[in-house]
């Protein structure tokens, strides 16, 4: 059986995923920490605090001296400073704190240009290959950050990570996207988000303060982001090659047939030849496409702005608002320990993704984003009611805790995995690495818009930020449902004449050059 799952398969997709499980703790591991940081860069650059209370608590919870830059233990150095030199030693380490942090997306957007023209180059294993030095060297910078200028190495080691994690966020969705069976390929791509949501979810337990998230250990923790790049590096030399980029990218059809019954078991391998055969025909009577073509060009438009679209909404849908809030919620409905129920609203993210998994062949991917995107909606509008009206109903605080819960779940069972992979589904050989290319360019730099800005939307709009997300949310709702296709089960023309319905010019294209621009990967043939 073509679609049978083989230990090659799982084998292969595991080791691959284990650099969007990096992606995700490198997403996670710096919030656990942050005020052990803060702390930290403050000692490190001599700046006071207005009380004892931060050096108290290091020279308490650390084993190590204090750097020698700072004032003797004697002193009381917090009368010397004014109040406009305080402020301004303040911000100095706002701004580092916000590089620490910020960094991390800014290393993403420039290297998420480059996923697919790397993978095109040296191939997917190579380049992932690649990549794993980038991991090693930022996870090296912040693994030895107390040995050197802490705020200096961690920003580094930040922006390093990030230009990884932008490549693996290009890599990993298409080499498991072109090594899984056909039937599943909607399943296995979701297995990348899946990951990721792990990585997080794991990186906010290990960042408990009893564990690696203290004075002493915290750039352990941020260095643990070497131990799966270093097994994913060992495991990837016994890992296929993609067959289509063998067969498709170097004609070499004897390794891509060697490769193809490696991952399906021996099986018969007629059929996947014979479907990147055509494919390659196709390819090869397309030109490249560039950037600037896709939005140029009418036939390519349609789709990559959806595409465009659906990266969109997954970020500025407030999840990251979430957890943002989450936190401080739980306080006021009286856990004594509210940073085990934000684990628990990761653990719940992982749940929901893992379900996705099933879902998404069964379902369909349009209808998913759909209910999902929904849910969020109503959430939302539960979530503001709850915060405008907590400080008259007590209980409030529980309806705001169950639409935390719910609005995470919805967003795991759609706007989370969907919009990675049916990108790839919208386009065929020709147009796919630039669009690949636009589309997580679009998602890091809305992730960078939504960390930069949301703390000052949050501190404007107070507890009505949630009614914001709402109109954002109910507004991308409405886009999905007339302007996005459903992929599942579809034929490459029957999506390319979606997509000339909803522009209405389905007359624009010539019958027999209807499909010489879109398509997918084998995703959506039976």
């Not at 131990?227 to 004609?251: G, H, M, N, T």
Request: aromatic share 12%.
């Amino acid at each position: 059986m073509t679609d049978q799952v083989t230990r090659t398969l799982v084998f292969a997709v595991f080791t691959a995923v284990l650099g969007s499980f990096q992606f995700g703790f490198d997403i996670g591991v710096i919030n656990a920490p942050q005020q052990v940081i803060i702390t930290h860069y403050r000692h490190v650059l001599g700046v006071a605090l207005d009380d004892r209370k931060g050096i108290n608590d290091y020279d308490i919870d650390s084993t190590e001296e204090l750097p020698i830059t700072l004032y003797p233990r004697n002193s009381t150095p917090t009368p010397s400073w004014t109040e406009e030199e305080f402020m301004a030693s303040s911000g100095l380490v706002t701004m580092f704190w916000s590089l620490s942090v910020s960094s991390f997306a800014v290393g993403g957007m420039i290297a998420s240009f480059f996923g697919g023209w790397l993978g095109d180059q040296l191939g997917r294993i190579k380049g992932m290959l690649i990549a794993n030095i980038l991991s090693l060297a930022g996870a090296l910078l912040m693994g030895f950050s107390k040995l050197g200028p802490s705020h200096i190495l961690v920003i580094s080691g930040r922006g390093i990570s990030g230009l990884y994690c932008g490549l693996i966020s290009g890599l990993v969705p298409m080499y498991i996207g072109e090594i899984a069976p056909t039937t599943l390929r909607g399943a296995i791509g979701a297995l990348h988000q899946l990951a990721i949501v792990t990585g997080i979810l794991i990186s906010q337990i290990v960042g408990l303060d009893f564990i690696l998230g203290n004075h002493e250990l915290w750039h352990i923790l941020l260095g643990l982001s070497a131990v799966p790049a270093v097994l994913q590096s060992l495991l990837l030399f016994f890992c296929p090659e993609s067959p289509r980029y063998l067969y498709i990218k170097l004609d070499e059809e004897n390794k891509a047939k060697k490769s193809l019954k490696r991952l399906r078991g021996g099986a018969d391998v007629t059929k996947d030849m014979t479907e990147m055969r055509k494919e390659r025909e196709e390819a090869s009577s397309e030109q490249k496409v560039s950037i600037i073509q896709l939005f140029t060009n009418s036939s390519y438009r349609q789709p990559i702005l959806v595409a465009f679209m659906l990266h969109m909404a997954q970020q500025f849908s407030g999840i990251n608002g979430i957890f943002y809030y989450s936190t401080s919620i739980f306080q006021t409905a009286g856990l004594s320990q509210p940073v085990y129920a934000t684990i628990g609203v990761g653990a719940i993210n992982t749940v929901f993704t893992a379900l996705s998994v099933f879902l998404v062949e069964k379902a369909g991917r349009r209808s998913l984003f759909l209910i999902g995107m929904s849910g969020m909606f109503v959430c939302a509008i539960f979530m503001s009611v709850g915060l405008v009206l907590l400080n008259k109903f007590s209980w409030m605080s529980y309806v705001s805790m169950v639409a935390i819960f719910l609005f995470v779940s919805f967003f795991e069972i759609g706007p989370g995995p969907i919009p990675w992979f049916m990108v790839a589904e919208f386009f065929s050989q020709g147009p796919r690495p630039a669009a690949l290319a636009i589309a997580a360019f679009s998602n890091w730099t809305c992730n960078f818009i939504v960390a930069l800005s949301f703390p000052y939307i949050a501190d404007f709009c107070g507890p009505y930020v949630f009614f914001l997300f709402a109109g954002v949310l109910l507004a991308f709702t409405l886009f999905t449902f007339f302007k996005v296709p459903e992929t599942k089960g579809k034929s490459f023309e029957e999506i390319a004449a979606e997509f000339r319905k909803n522009r209405g010019s389905a007359q624009a294209l010539k019958p027999d050059m209807k499909m010489k621009f879109l398509g997918a990967t084998e995703t959506v043939q039976r």
